[in-house]
């Protein structure tokens, strides 16, 4: 079974330009979460989607968006990149939208470098 | 103050070691209680998950959550050079499930 997964792998962006990454869950699952990892801290969250509404956000500027499409598959778009927007950016999924879903299993993520 | 706290390390043990790794936490809301292994440069793989307090044990690996001290623990026993790796804990509270992740402890097992 294909796991999470994310594209592009890796991405060189300059200051100012906004950028799309993209997501596809595990299949059957339906909530897509989004976390962004600087180097040498843990994830933070960023989004989480089911069933193509928000269901959270985390405290990151209106820069960031996300959306979640039928198919489950999910986009996150950065505006206006910073410098400190460089990081690996990981996807999670997990199958519904509840307090006992923390079973959430993450994709390879993209690595974003603004320059 | 973070709501969860994890040394950095890096912790480095010789092969077939007792490995401890801990975290501690300030939200009591926390139910939820995960362990993640991530590889470089590859995304954070689930590990063990414990609800509330207690211990669980899946093959060389333990968890253990103690609430009344917003304190857990995950022992890995005879450890391996395949268990070097950055091991992030990571919370859930009630409600809905977003990760409150510690910032990792980096492990290197060495032979």
């Known amino acids: 079974d294909a796991g999470v997964t994310q594209s592009p792998t890796h991405l060189i962006k300059t200051r100012g330009q906004q950028v799309t990454l993209r997501c596809s869950p595990i299949?059957?699952?339906?909530?897509v979460s989004w976390y962004q990892q600087v180097l040498g801290q843990g994830p933070q969250f960023i989004f989480q989607?089911?069933?193509?509404?928000?269901?959270g956000r985390g405290n990151f500027p209106d820069r960031f968006s996300a959306r979640q499409f039928p198919n489950y598959s999910s986009e996150l778009n950065v505006n206006a990149l910073l410098l400190g927007d460089s990081a690996l950016y990981l996807c999670?999924?997990?199958?519904?939208?509840?307090?006992?879903?923390?079973?959430?299993?993450f994709g390879p993520g993209t690595r974003l470098t603004v320059t | 103050q973070k709501e969860v706290e994890q040394d950095p390390g890096p912790l480095s043990v010789p092969e077939g070691a007792i490995v401890s790794l801990n975290c501690t936490y300030s939200?009591?809301?926390?139910?939820?209680f995960m362990w993640y292994r991530q590889y470089s440069r590859k995304g954070p793989e689930l590990l063990m998950y414990?609800?509330?307090?207690g211990n669980k044990e899946d093959g060389r690996f333990t968890a253990q959550v103690d609430k009344s001290s917003k304190y857990i623990s995950l022992f890995i026993r005879d450890s391996q050079p395949s268990d070097s790796a950055t091991y992030l804990c990571?919370?859930?509270?009630?409600?809905?499930?977003?990760?409150?992740f510690g910032a990792g402890t980096r492990l290197a097992v060495h032979p």
């Open positions: 999670a999924s997990s199958l519904v939208f509840q307090t006992s879903s923390y079973e959430q299993y």
């Open positions: 299949s059957g699952h339906k909530s």
């Open positions: 989607y089911y069933e193509k509404e928000e269901r």
């Open positions: 939200n009591s809301a926390f139910q939820y």
């Open positions: 414990t609800y509330s307090s």
């Open positions: 990571a919370m859930i509270s009630g409600g809905y499930n977003k990760l409150i």
